[in-house]
């Protein structure tokens, strides 16, 4: 796989697992080919499903606000799910889906090579801190902490998805802090 819009392409076409039959739009992800900050969250909802972009509903928008806070361009970064269509009613994607579907999110990381990944939320962290050799903990207990990758020296930060400051805004103020942590990054 040389490019993005190649993998964008065998995304749009894949039948790897059962989301395919329920979703509107595969959400490859978007952003710079050349970016330094990878976003990764679950999957897509709603939204994101209709439109075919990553965090595009309230999740999104939070995101989008606070990256711009903290004088990071949204079109700077890439955005991406471990999962790439939306599984049926928002439920959590099931193992086999995430097996079928992680070798292009790890080929997106290949070909953008990001110097930090952000796994926003429980599904993101516990899988790219498995990819790099991390065992998982509870997001609760990891959130904000920095783990360098013995193998490619990659940053990877692990937060709470946007979604779940929207839905316990105490947690609102902890994402802002570890996003303005980034920027200084």
């Known amino acids: 796989m040389h490019s993005l819009k190649e993998l964008e392409e065998r995304i749009k076409e894949c039948r790897k697992c059962r989301l395919w039959k329920s ?6 992800g978007e952003g710079s080919e050349k970016a330094r900050i990878m976003f990764v969250g679950e999957a897509p909802g709603k939204n994101e499903d209709e439109q075919g972009r990553p965090f595009v509903g ?9 990256l711009n806070e903290n004088g990071i361009e949204r079109s700077s970064v890439y955005i991406t799910n471990v999962v790439k269509c939306r599984p049926p009613n928002n439920r959590d994607p099931l193992p086999d889906e995430i097996n079928a579907c992680s070798p292009y999110l790890e080929m997106q ?6 110097e930090i990944i952000v796994a926003l939320g429980r599904f993101a962290s516990y899988f790219i801190l498995s990819l790099y050799g991390f065992k998982p903990r509870p997001i ?3 959130h904000g902490k920095i783990f360098s ?3 490619n020296g990659i940053k990877i930060i692990p937060m709470y998805h946007p979604a779940a400051c929207i839905y316990n805004p105490a947690l609102k103020n902890v994402f802002r802090k570890e ?3 980034l920027a200084k990054l």
Do not use: C, D, H
């Not at 979703?23 to 490859?28: I, Y």
């Not at 309230?58 to 606070?66: I, P, Y």
């Open 23 to 28: 979703r509107k739009n595969p959400v490859a």
């Open 58 to 66: 309230k999740a999104g928008q939070f995101l989008n606000k606070t």
């Open 109 to 114: 990381i290949e070909i953008i090579k990001p």
């Open 140 to 142: 609760s207990e990891i």
């Open 149 to 151: 990758s013995p193998i």
């Open 179 to 181: 996003i303005a942590m």
